[in-house]
Structures are given as structure tokens and as C-alpha cells.
């Protein structure tokens, strides 16, 4: 559970959100030059100048998060990340926490699946400040042992009430059923009794051999001077110690064969939540400008294909999507929705069947150009400040993709046909046959129709996630 300093904006690392440029002409994305510094301890530094407001933002990267977690202890390496800005250098967390607010800025930790990250914005006569948190907060962290055994207390009674809201944790259990022991398996906040494992030496292990200088992607953009900056950046950073650990290494998750049904007794709930799953595309993956395309038409946006079949046309929802998430080494689809127990069944059926019609058809003509039109119409809006920046060049420097990933996205969205929407989502959707269904509501209600899906996996949404699905096929 990411906590936050000064009134932090939320960082999402997973989302990787977008960019700051110039919007020169329709089909051009122009970025200000970027220094592009790699440091002999392996630290890498990307500074980007922009003086139209004197504000500086940046976005660490440290590579690790959830997929280093040890069996039994998921949730270690976001609560590492968290405790970061705990006590670091000679401030305490109170003493860190009014430095940055006493001058206005932001600043905070926390985990994601692949990765460790930090980020902030201060106004640019601060950078010295700056600098120097962040440097104490990496490179000297004090992990006092009053504030472990505060954080983690407050973890998991974050981990147990957010499941007092079905909505919050379905896809989760979908997730963390689907993907089995594979590392992208590893929820990044862990459960209440993952977390309650986690000592305070398992944090400073964890800092030691997985957060380094050879880890480190940082990003800066904003009112300063690039020569300056980064003069400023190897002093504070160049003599920082590589992990001591190696990178966690992770293979292809499997596709999913077959139907495999997991119930998740909540026997409170007058709802139905619902999950259907199956491996993905990786973050790099070839197709992904295509895959773009293809799943804000079919379940992206408020338009697309399943939220128009379930709750446009048929009412059965407030809301339906899909999600892909993409990761170094594959991904996954999630197909989610709720509704009314007692229309549970007639969803599932529904949201079936648009994944069958969408893999028989792909997009017609309209429907495509309209896609393409959407994205290109949004990219803009994601790429205006220097927040956004600092983080979208972390995140594809994180993932090796170059500028041409931020510069020619619009034209390479703009030329995706029919044809290749066709053949990726063939490729990359699941056949209805072929998927893990999650299902969140009251058991007894549900059993039997869940049944007729495939063979089914129960367990109680009052106990850990973890602990209730160990030993599940």
C-alpha cells in the first residue's frame, strides 16, 4: 500500500504513465532533448531541461518489486520501498516529511510488480533539497524499527478492510489464481498474513541485495541545467553500492488450456464479481501499438464492445472492461465486470460471447477508425507536464525502449489496419474454452452455476488470499 509524503499525487509505476512534449503537428510528438548519462556503477540518468514553469520532477526506477518477494513473505519489496522514507541520512520520518512539505514539494515510495520506485516534484530554487532526500532516502535509509512495526501494523489493516469491497480485490484473487507460483503471481502488496511474516531484518535483506546503484533508471525534467544536474546527480549518486543480489529471473507465464473456476465465498456480498483470464502480451511485444487499438475498441473506454454489451445495451452493470497487463516477460487479460447475483450467470455468458464475436470479427471499419481516433485524441492529454515526462521515460528506459516510442506512437497507431487487429487478436486474445474465471460473491448462491463453467476452486475471502489459495490446481 503505497504511502506518500507532502500530499504526493499517486505515482502509477505499473500504469507508466505519459509524457511532456511539444504537440508540433497532427502525427508529431516532439521531446526536448534528453541527456542520457550512464554512471560507472551502473546507475543510469536521464535529464530533461524545460523552462516553461520552474518546478522539477523525476521518477526512480529500481528494478526488483514484487517478483523478488520469497514464497510466504509477498508484499516484502513494496514494504521495503515504503519504509525508504521512514528515517533516512540523520532525518527521521517526521523530520523528512517537513522538509519536503515546508517548501511545497512531494515525494514518495512504493512497490510494483517489476520494480521499486520513488518520485517527487519540488519548485527548482529546491533542487538541492531535492537531491539530498532523495539521495539519503536510496542510498542511507535508516529502517527505524518503531516505524516498521507502525507500517506494517497499518498494511494489514489496509489488506482487511479493502476486502470489505469485493470490487477492490476481484481481479486480484483472478490474478493471483491464474498466474499459480509464477513470480507475476506475487500480489504486490502481499495479504495480512504474508505481511505479518515480514520482520524487519527481511527488509534490510531485501534493501541490501535487491536496491542498488546497478538497479537505478532516474528521470529528471524541469527547470534546471542538464550539465549542472547531472554534475549534482554523480556526486550524490556515484558512489552508491550495486545490489548485492541478482535480478530475479522470470520465465513465460503458460497459457491457460482448458476452464478452471475459482469461488471466493463473501457471504455478505448481493453482488457477483467476475474475472475471466488468460496470458497476455509482454510490455515489448511487437504488437503492442496493435493491442492498443484493438482493446480500447473491445474494453478500453466507456464505448467499447463489452461495456456496451453489459451495460449499455443489456443493464446488467455499472461497468465492464478489459485489462492487459503487461509486463518484461508476458502478461495477462482480464475481462471484469459485476452484477446482481442473480444475474451472474447471464454476465459471464455475455462477456463470452462478445470475446467470441470479437475474436470471429476483430473491428469494422468504423469501430477501428474510431479506436485510432480516440488514442490519438488521449495521447496529448497524457503527455503535458513534466511529471508526466520524468515518468514515461523512466518507464520505457526501464523497459529498453527508445524515444521513438513516445515520438512515433501516432503515426504507428494511425496505419494500424483491420487486417493486423485481426491477426493480434487471434493471436493474443484467448478462445472462450481457454480461461481462468474468478468469481467474488456469495457462495451458496453461486456454486452451482459457477460449475457449469469448469471444475471449481472454493475458498473464503476472510481468509488471506495467499494462505487460501497455497495448493490450489
Same mark, same amino acid.
Given at each position: 500500500?503505497?504511502?506518500?509524503?507532502?500530499? $504526493?499525487?499517486?505515482?502509477?509505476?505499473?500504469?507508466?504513465?505519459?509524457?511532456?512534449?511539444?504537440?508540433?503537428?497532427?502525427?508529431?510528438?516532439?521531446?526536448? /532533448?534528453?541527456?542520457?548519462?550512464?554512471?560507472?556503477?551502473?546507475?543510469?540518468?536521464?535529464?530533461?531541461?524545460?523552462?516553461?514553469?520552474?518546478?522539477?520532477?523525476?521518477?526512480?526506477?529500481?528494478?526488483?518489486?514484487?517478483?523478488?518477494?520469497?514464497?510466504?513473505?509477498?508484499?516484502?519489496?513494496?514494504?521495503?520501498?515504503?519504509?525508504?522514507?521512514?528515517?533516512?541520512?540523520? $532525518?527521521?520520518?517526521?523530520?523528512?516529511?517537513?522538509?519536503?512539505?515546508?517548501?511545497?514539494?512531494?515525494?514518495?515510495?512504493?512497490?510494483?510488480?517489476?520494480?521499486?520506485?520513488?518520485?517527487?516534484?519540488?519548485?527548482?530554487?529546491?533542487?538541492?533539497?531535492?537531491?539530498?532526500?532523495?539521495?539519503?532516502?536510496?542510498?542511507?535509509?535508516?529502517?527505524?524499527?518503531?516505524? =516498521? /512495526?507502525?507500517?506494517?501494523?497499518? /498494511?494489514?489493516?489496509?489488506?482487511?478492510?479493502?476486502?470489505?469491497?469485493?470490487?477492490?480485490?476481484?481481479?486480484?484473487?483472478?490474478?493471483?489464481? =491464474?498466474?499459480?507460483?509464477?513470480?507475476?503471481?506475487?500480489?504486490?502488496?502481499?495479504?495480512?498474513?504474508?505481511?505479518?511474516?515480514?520482520?524487519?531484518?527481511?527488509?534490510?535483506?531485501?534493501?541490501?541485495?535487491?536496491?542498488?546503484?546497478?538497479?537505478?533508471?532516474?528521470?529528471?525534467?524541469?527547470? =534546471?541545467?542538464?550539465?549542472?544536474?547531472?554534475?549534482?546527480?554523480?556526486?550524490?549518486?556515484?558512489? $552508491?553500492?550495486?545490489?548485492?543480489?541478482?535480478?530475479?529471473?522470470?520465465?513465460?507465464?503458460?497459457?491457460?488450456?482448458?476452464?478452471?473456476?475459482?469461488?471466493v465465498d463473501a457471504p455478505e456480498a448481493t453482488q457477483a464479481y467476475f474475472a475471466l483470464l488468460n496470458a497476455g502480451a509482454s510490455r515489448t511485444d511487437p504488437d503492442r501499438d496493435v493491442l492498443?487499438?484493438?482493446?480500447?475498441?473491445?474494453?478500453?473506454?466507456?464505448?467499447?464492445?463489452?461495456?456496451?454489451?453489459?451495460?449499455?445495451?443489456?443493464?446488467?452493470?455499472?461497468?465492464?472492461?478489459?485489462?492487459?497487463?503487461?509486463? $518484461?516477460?508476458?502478461?495477462?487479460?482480464?475481462?471484469?465486470?459485476? +452484477?446482481? /447475483?442473480?444475474?451472474?450467470?447471464?454476465?459471464?455468458?455475455?462477456?463470452?460471447?462478445?470475446?467470441?464475436?470479437?475474436?470471429?470479427?476483430?473491428?469494422?471499419?468504423? +469501430?477501428?477508425?474510431?479506436?485510432?481516433?480516440?488514442?490519438?485524441?488521449?495521447?496529448?492529454?497524457?503527455?503535458?507536464?513534466?511529471?508526466?515526462?520524468?515518468?514515461?521515460?523512466?518507464?520505457?528506459?526501464?523497459?529498453?525502449?527508445?524515444?521513438?516510442?513516445? +515520438?512515433?506512437?501516432?503515426?504507428?497507431?494511425?496505419?494500424?489496419?483491420?487486417?493486423?487487429?485481426?491477426?493480434?487478436?487471434?493471436?493474443?486474445?484467448?478462445?472462450?474454452?481457454?480461461?481462468?474465471?474468478?468469481?467474488?460473491?456469495?457462495?451458496?448462491?453461486?456454486?452451482?452455476?459457477?460449475?457449469?463453467?469448469?471444475?471449481?476452486?472454493?475458498?473464503?475471502?476472510?481468509?488471506?488470499?495467499?494462505e487460501a489459495l497455497r495448493g490450489s490446481p
Amino acid at each position: 500500500m503505497s504511502g506518500l509524503v507532502g500530499g $504526493w499525487r499517486a505515482v502509477a509505476c505499473a500504469a507508466l504513465v505519459g509524457a511532456a512534449v511539444s504537440h508540433a503537428a497532427a502525427q508529431e510528438i516532439v521531446l526536448p /532533448t534528453i541527456r542520457d548519462v550512464t554512471l560507472p556503477n551502473g546507475a543510469r540518468l536521464l535529464l530533461a531541461e524545460r523552462h516553461d514553469v520552474p518546478l522539477i520532477s523525476y521518477t526512480a526506477y529500481l528494478r526488483g518489486g514484487a517478483v523478488s518477494d520469497p514464497p510466504g513473505k509477498e508484499g516484502l519489496a513494496s514494504l521495503t520501498a515504503e519504509m525508504l522514507r521512514k528515517g533516512a541520512g540523520t $532525518w527521521s520520518a517526521r523530520a523528512l516529511a517537513e522538509a519536503v512539505d515546508g517548501v511545497g514539494g512531494t515525494f514518495g515510495t512504493g512497490g510494483a510488480q517489476e520494480a521499486c520506485y520513488a518520485a517527487g516534484e519540488f519548485l527548482s530554487r529546491d533542487q538541492e533539497l531535492m537531491i539530498e532526500t532523495l539521495r539519503a532516502v536510496l542510498c542511507e535509509p535508516t529502517f527505524p524499527d518503531s516505524e =516498521f /512495526t507502525k507500517l506494517r501494523a497499518q /498494511t494489514i489493516e489496509a489488506l482487511t478492510a479493502r476486502k470489505q469491497d469485493p470490487g477492490n480485490v476481484y481481479r486480484l484473487y483472478g490474478a493471483a489464481f =491464474f498466474f499459480g507460483d509464477h513470480p507475476y503471481g506475487r500480489p504486490v502488496d502481499g495479504d495480512e498474513g504474508s505481511v505479518a511474516a515480514i520482520t524487519r531484518d527481511d527488509v534490510v535483506r531485501c534493501y541490501r541485495e535487491q536496491i542498488g546503484a546497478d538497479r537505478l533508471t532516474l528521470s529528471v525534467v524541469g527547470d =534546471f541545467s542538464a550539465k549542472t544536474m547531472e554534475r549534482r546527480l554523480r556526486a550524490a549518486f556515484g558512489g $552508491w553500492r550495486r545490489a548485492e543480489g541478482a535480478i530475479p529471473a522470470i520465465g513465460e507465464p503458460e497459457r491457460r488450456t482448458g476452464r478452471r473456476v475459482l469461488l471466493v465465498d463473501a457471504p455478505e456480498a448481493t453482488q457477483a464479481y467476475f474475472a475471466l483470464l488468460n496470458a497476455g502480451a509482454s510490455r515489448t511485444d511487437p504488437d503492442r501499438d496493435v493491442l492498443d487499438v484493438a482493446n480500447t475498441a473491445f474494453g478500453g473506454r466507456y464505448t467499447s464492445m463489452l461495456n456496451t454489451a453489459l451495460r449499455i445495451k443489456s443493464g446488467l452493470t455499472y461497468g465492464a472492461s478489459c485489462r492487459l497487463s503487461s509486463y $518484461w516477460r508476458g502478461g495477462s487479460i482480464s475481462i471484469g465486470s459485476f +452484477t446482481q /447475483t442473480e444475474s451472474a450467470k447471464r454476465a459471464i455468458d455475455l462477456a463470452l460471447e462478445t470475446l467470441q464475436g470479437f475474436r470471429e470479427a476483430g473491428l469494422d471499419s468504423a +469501430t477501428l477508425a474510431s479506436s485510432r481516433n480516440y488514442l490519438n485524441g488521449q495521447f496529448p492529454t497524457d503527455l503535458e507536464t513534466a511529471g508526466q515526462l520524468a515518468g514515461r521515460l523512466a518507464s520505457d528506459a526501464f523497459f529498453g525502449l527508445g524515444r521513438d516510442e513516445i +515520438t512515433g506512437y501516432p503515426a504507428r497507431i494511425a496505419a494500424v489496419d483491420g487486417e493486423a487487429v485481426r491477426r493480434v487478436v487471434r493471436r493474443v486474445y484467448p478462445q472462450v474454452d481457454d480461461l481462468d474465471i474468478a468469481i467474488v460473491g456469495n457462495a451458496d448462491a453461486l456454486r452451482a452455476m459457477a460449475a457449469e463453467y469448469g471444475p471449481v476452486t472454493e475458498i473464503k475471502l476472510s481468509t488471506p488470499m495467499l494462505e487460501a489459495l497455497r495448493g490450489s490446481p
